[in-house]
């Protein structure tokens, strides 16, 4: 069946740093892949989607290209700050029927240290 | 916009009790979700409606029951609470069925087993 791996459990950083979060997936067809972000004592909203082949998505500095030849979805930021601290869950949505269930990675944790 | 909110925030009962949480959504949405998250363990889907009276098992359904009276509200209860059954409950809506389709959460509910 379809699936999400996300690499990375944890990741700390430093204000500034580089980030990537590795997502990949294992999927027929074309998937939707998502990236959505929870902070702290909220649910998870979307930061951005991507349905086709090379296409990116990007929001708030982060960005992800949907790369169908690796099966990769992987989240970058060039310079983090502290209000990034959050938690990002990598999710492919299977196109085959309207009821399909949104399929999610375990989820990263990210802190990043002022 | 619109908001998903989710009572109690916090709801603490004893094992083996019957124990309900109550979402709303005034989204005017068609589909609506409940989903556990465990630390670690990423969101897993307990149950969903694509419309009101309609309920649909996700794939943690065993030991919870469901309500969607109306398009606005959809229950969640745990039938006999255990201790390992302490989690964080999310609550979310989308326009129509999961494929490609952004969810919208409320904040969660997090369940407190004494």
Known sequence: GDSVTQTEGQVALSEEDFLTI???????????????VQYPGEGPQLLFRASRDKE????????????KG??????????????????????LSDRVGDNSKLIWGLGTSLVVNP | GGIITQTPKFLIGQEGQKLTLKC?????????????????????????SITENDLQKGDLSEGYDASREKKSSFSLTV??????????????????????NTLYFGEGSRLIVV
């Open chain 1, 70 to 91: 690796t099966t990769s979805f992987h989240l970058r930021k060039a310079s983090v700050q502290e209000s990034d601290s959050a938690v990002y869950y990598c999710a």
């Open chain 2, 79 to 100: 039938t006999s609470a255990q201790k390992n059954e302490m989690a964080v409950f999310l609550c979310a809506s989308s326009i129509e069925g999961t494929g490609g």
């Open chain 1, 22 to 36: 590795h997502c990949n997936y294992s999927a027929s067809g074309y998937p939707t892949l998502f990236w959505y």
């Open chain 2, 24 to 48: 709303q959504q005034n989204f005017n949405h068609d589909t609506m979700y409940w989903y556990r998250q465990d630390s670690g363990k990423g969101l897993r889907l307990i149950y969903y």
């Open chain 1, 56 to 67: 990116k998505g990007s929001s708030r500095g982060f960005e992800a290209t949907y790369d």
